[in-house]
T-cell receptor
Framework: EAGVTQFPSHSVIEKGQTVTLRCDPISGHDNLYWYRRVMGKEIKFLLHFVKESKQDESGMPNNRFLAERTGGTYSTLKVQPAELEDSGVYFC???????????FGPGTRLTVT | AQKITQTQPGMFVQEKEAVTLDCTYDTSDQSYGLFWYKQPSSGEMIFLIYQGSYDEQNATEGRYSLNFQKARKSANLVISASQLGDSAMYFCAMRGTLYNQGGKLIFGQGTELSVKP
């Protein structure tokens, strides 16, 4: 069974540009989470989908970040316009239900120059 | 609010020796879960071990064990017989069970473990 996949693995963009990160959860997992780790700091929760609905988006830093999960399968996280402080590693995780183990993807390393 | 604290930014251990990575937590939940994840240099997050707040026994998974001291609010990870492949970043995390938590994980700052040959 395929694990959680994320694309791209690494993205380098200039300040002001737009980037879209994609996450494909494990098939059948209704719960999808986005986290990020900025340099030297802890991993922080961004938001949580249950199927296509946003269950909790309390961790989204500002309105430059937009997450979608159309059809309840894969999810995208768009940053527009990107700022220097958005640099970091963005992780996606999925789980079968809220209390199940979360399986993490390999992460997308975003570098904003 | 929930919080996880890992006070050891970096640790060294000799190969084949045991090492303890510290983790303390703060929560007002009565029911919660504690996790440890390993992040090698390749970047992926690997689940290691889980302890439920009502579990009376300390969790064990192979060479990993979790020293759970509820009264002290600590959940230290013990790695026995360290191997070179254990060199990685280790994260302690907590999940609350209140409905509005939604299952999200709260992470500590991480501890970078280096195993010396």
């Amino acid at each position: 069974e395929a694990g959680v996949t994320q694309f791209p693995s690494h993205s380098v963009i200039e300040k002001g540009q737009t980037v879209t990160l994609r996450c494909d959860p494990i098939s059948g997992h209704d719960n999808l989470y986005w986290y990020r780790r900025v340099m030297g700091k802890e991993i922080k929760f961004l938001l949580h989908f249950v199927k296509e609905s946003k269950q909790d988006e309390s961790g989204m830093p500002n309105n430059r970040f937009l997450a979608e999960r159309t059809g309840g399968t894969y999810s995208t996280l768009k940053v527009q316009p990107a700022e220097l402080e958005d640099s970091g590693v963005y992780f996606c995780a999925s789980s079968q239900d809220r209390d199940s183990q979360q399986y993490f993807g390999p992460g997308t390393r975003l570098t904003v120059t | 609010a929930q919080k996880i604290t890992q006070t050891q930014p970096g640790m060294f251990v000799q190969e084949k020796e045991a090492v303890t990575l510290d983790c303390t937590y703060d929560t007002s939940d009565q029911s919660y879960g504690l996790f440890w994840y390993k992040q090698p240099s390749s970047g992926e997050m690997i689940f290691l071990i889980y302890q439920g707040s009502y579990d009376e026994q300390n969790a064990t998974e192979g060479r990993y064990s979790l020293n759970f001291q509820k009264a002290r609010k600590s959940a230290n990870l013990v790695i026995s017989a360290s191997q070179l492949g254990d060199s990685a970043m280790y994260f302690c995390a907590m999940r609350g069970t209140l409905y509005n938590q939604g299952g999200k994980l709260i992470f500590g700052q991480g501890t970078e473990l280096s195993v010396k040959p």
